[in-house]
């Protein structure tokens, strides 16, 4: 299967703890993104990588939220001291370069539950 | 109010009626619309986009877009069974910025 990879798929954690969620694009993508969706809602945007730089995060995004792409491959998204509030489905998307509109493709996502 | 407003369902219909699924939005600098299609625990994917008004067809998929009304809709043909899903809008000025509607839950009963 050459599309979006997600790992963990489901995440149980006690609030306070620390978490860390992996994403692993399609291969010849260099875009890649990270979402936020809770029940009955759109994706919440997050953060944007173009290769291994950082380039958008979101202002609703608190300083618990972290996320990293080294050598501009897989992408790595913390968080850290859970709180109830952040249990939600993270859905981790890639696309190519050059195309307009950016066709956005997702991953499975990985649910989070926090207790 | 939201940029972009979709009743949230649920829509459900019998087996091979026509659905029709819309969307309204508020910013007219959007150039580019987007259809996702999302099953119950996975991610949306992609089924079509419109540039600018017009329609569009794929299969039983057509998209239709009203840029002076602000209005955009997808119709389903013959909906089958699996079609049952949420339907998500997307609009964008054409770079990464997706701006999303809630989702629309369809039921297709067989």
């Known amino acids: 299967d050459t599309g979006v990879s997600q790992d963990p798929r489901h995440k149980i954690t006690k609030r306070g703890q620390n978490v860390t969620f992996r994403c692993d694009p399609i291969?010849?993508?260099?875009?890649l993104y990270w979402y936020r969706q809770t029940l009955g809602q759109g994706p919440e945007f997050l953060t944007y990588f173009q290769n291994e730089a950082q380039l958008e995060k979101s202002r609703l995004l608190s300083d618990r939220f972290s996320a990293e792409r080294p050598k501009g491959s897989f992408s790595t998204l913390e968080i850290q001291r859970t709180e109830q509030g952040d249990s939600a489905m993270y859905l981790c998307?890639?696309?190519?370069?050059?195309?307009?509109?950016?066709?956005?493709?997702f991953g499975p996502g990985t649910r989070l539950t926090v207790l | 109010q939201k940029e972009v407003e979709q009743d949230p369902g649920p829509l459900s219909v019998p087996e091979g009626a026509i659905v029709s699924l819309n969307c309204t939005y508020s910013n007219s600098a959007f150039q580019y619309f987007m259809w996702y299609r999302q099953y119950s625990r996975k991610g949306p994917e992609l089924l079509m986009y419109?540039?600018s008004s017009g329609n569009k067809e794929d299969g039983r998929f057509t998209a239709q877009v009203d840029k002076s009304s602000k209005y955009i809709s997808l119709f389903i043909r013959d909906s089958q069974p699996s079609d049952s899903a949420t339907y998500l809008c997307a609009i964008t000025p054409g770079n990464y910025q997706l701006i999303w509607g809630a989702g629309t839950k369809l039921i297709i009963k067989p």
């Open positions: 291969s010849e993508h260099n875009r």
């Open positions: 419109t540039y």
């Open positions: 998307a890639s696309s190519a370069p050059g195309l307009a509109p950016d066709e956005q493709f």
